[in-house]
């Protein structure tokens, strides 16, 4: 008896087995068009979301900075309850300043910033309210006096 080693018989490409197994690689991967019609399905809704995400952004803003507003007035009002007068600056709500006798502070935590980075704006006596004050946010534009400006004597 001789030994020969058996040798592997190949299939030849145009086999059954092998066209089976080629189905089913084909049938795993994703065509590059089934990838480019994804890609650009995801592109349309992208840019009919993000718009209108945009905008949402900005009254998140605005939202803010007027309820900082109304809760640095809350503390205002309180701070004159206790004293008889409002301060002259909002470092007084933290600080008791020299003549704030009654002053059963602090008022606040800490001075907030308003959403876009500014410091909000105190001015006692107000030019919008003259018998009491005027506090309000400079805007995105962090200019005072433009279009954008809201305070508490807005209607915004």
């Given at each position: ?13 145009s ?11 084909l ?32 009254q998140?803003?605005q939202a803010?900075?007027?309820a900082d ?12 309850v206790?004293n ?15 003549d ?23 001015a ?16 995105p ?15 915004k």
């Amino acid at each position: 008896m001789s030994s020969i080693p058996a040798q592997r018989t190949r299939l030849p490409i145009s086999s059954p087995v092998a066209s089976l197994r080629r189905q089913r690689l084909l049938r795993r991967a994703f065509t590059l068009v089934e990838m480019l019609l994804v890609i650009t399905i995801i592109g349309i809704l992208a840019a009919l979301v993000v718009p209108k995400m945009m905008g949402r952004s900005e009254q998140a803003r605005q939202a803010a900075a007027k309820a900082d507003i109304a809760a640095i007035k809350t503390s205002l009002d309180a701070y004159e309850v206790d004293n008889g007068f409002y301060p002259k600056n909002l470092g007084d709500l933290i600080q008791q300043p020299r003549d704030a006798r009654n002053w059963r502070g602090p008022y606040l935590d800490k001075l907030p910033q308003d959403p876009w980075g500014f410091d909000y704006v105190y001015a006692q006596p107000g030019r919008h309210n003259a018998n009491s004050y005027d506090l309000s946010s400079v805007g995105p534009d962090g200019k005072a006096g433009t279009e954008d400006d809201f305070g508490n004597w807005s209607t915004k």
